[in-house]
């Protein structure tokens, strides 16, 4: 399964790392805005699988670490209707979805974006991008046009995807900043590593 995403990720990293050199990537030397008020946003599927056994997905792993050090709100995608529990499965749902471009609902209440200044935007890598329930999401939000939008994702293989250019092409009026990736091995085999990445990642950015 690896190899394979490998090899998807070739083609997506190299679309999209010619695509984000050409959009002129955010500078890290930007204005320290530990004033700012800041949401992060994510969606993560793994949690309760594995027989129960990883409380946590990834992707909530990197959402609380960006939490912990920017004092930030946050809000959890969770969709109406769960994903699968076998992997393998769960990429059939997905593959899917991403054919139909759908919109998977989502559960509870939306949050009230405008009381932001920055809000963060991750999930897992599916299928190169991000699952279709954060489309949902970013479709509902029309309010985070304009916002500092800094998207983060867990992989394993893909990076960022194309999720910087999503944010861009959807929010024009948005500064989208450098995003953070991490593969999901990392976050679950060594997860302070990728804590102190992310605080060094925040520190460029200014939070
Ligand atoms: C449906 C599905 C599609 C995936 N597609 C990709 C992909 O295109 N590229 C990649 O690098 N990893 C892919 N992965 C691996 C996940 O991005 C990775 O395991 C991630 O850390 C899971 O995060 P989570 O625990 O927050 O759900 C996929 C996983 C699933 C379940």
Do not use: C, H
């Not at 890598?125 to 939000?141: A, H, Q, S």
């Not at 994702?153 to 995003?179: A, C, D, I, Y």
């Amino acid at each position: 399964m690896k190899k394979f995403w490998s090899i998807i990720t070739v083609i997506v990293t190299v679309f999209a790392a010619v695509a984000s050199f050409a959009v002129n990537p955010n500078s890290s030397a930007q204005a320290a805005s530990n004033n700012k008020k800041v949401l992060v946003v994510y969606f993560s599927r793994t949690q309760g699988v594995y027989g129960g056994r990883l409380k946590r997905g990834n992707t909530a792993r990197v959402a609380d670490f960006i939490q912990q050090k920017t004092n930030a709100d946050t809000y959890e995608i969770v969709p109406k209707k769960a994903y699968p529990k076998s992997y393998d499965r769960t990429t059939q749902v997905a593959q899917r979805e991403q054919n139909q471009n759908a919109r998977p609902a989502i559960k509870g209440k939306l949050p009230d974006v405008s009381k932001y200044d920055t809000v963060f935007i991750g999930g897992p890598i599916w299928w190169g991008e991000y699952p279709m329930v954060v489309r949902t999401f970013l479709d509902k939000e029309s309010g985070l046009n304009g916002k500092t939008l800094i998207p983060f994702t867990t992989n394993e293989g893909s990076g960022l995807g194309n999720t910087r250019q999503v944010l861009k092409k959807q929010f024009p009026k948005s500064k989208v900043r450098q995003g953070f990736t991490a593969t999901g091995n990392t976050v679950k085999n060594n997860p302070n590593r990728v804590r102190s990445q992310v605080n060094s990642w925040l520190d460029d950015l200014g939070y």
